[in-house]
């Protein structure tokens, strides 16, 4: 499974910017797809994340500000982001969980897109 991220850039402070994700590969395989980010000097976060079923959860500080969706059918999860603030700014991957299920067993496996950079100016 390879992912493409698109969408990331500078916006003021109060803006919106809109992330989508190209999944492409074994693209059956993929559970779960979220969004993670990581600002200079932290760890790596998770943002939101969203079921093959379309149910989304999201970290406590962007709910209500951010909205993470999914296109079955186009193969794209997309991340909303309101009302964006300067601690928002990081660098956002997109993330996909795998289920590979075969005679000899079942192996849960990751990928990663390669991140795009966000980021809110004062």
């Known amino acids: 499974v390879q992912l493409v991220e698109s969408g990331g850039g500078l916006v003021q402070s109060g803006g919106s910017l809109r992330l989508s994700c190209l999944a492409s590969g074994s693209i059956d395989t993929i559970t779960t797809m979220g969004w993670f980010r990581q600002a200079p000097g932290k760890e790596r976060e998770l943002v939101a994340d969203?079921?093959?079923?379309?149910?989304?959860t999201y970290e406590g500080r962007v709910k209500g500000r951010f909205t993470i969706s999914r296109d079955n059918a186009k193969n794209m999860v997309y991340l909303q982001m309101n009302s964006l603030k300067p601690e928002d700014t990081a660098v956002y991957y997109c993330?996909?969980?795998?289920?590979?299920?075969?005679?000899?067993?079942?192996?849960?496996?990751?990928?990663w897109g390669q991140g795009t950079l966000v980021t809110v100016s004062s």
């Open positions: 969203i079921t093959k079923a379309g149910s989304p």
């Open positions: 993330h996909a969980d795998i289920r590979v299920v075969t005679i000899e067993g079942t192996a849960d496996l990751e990928a």
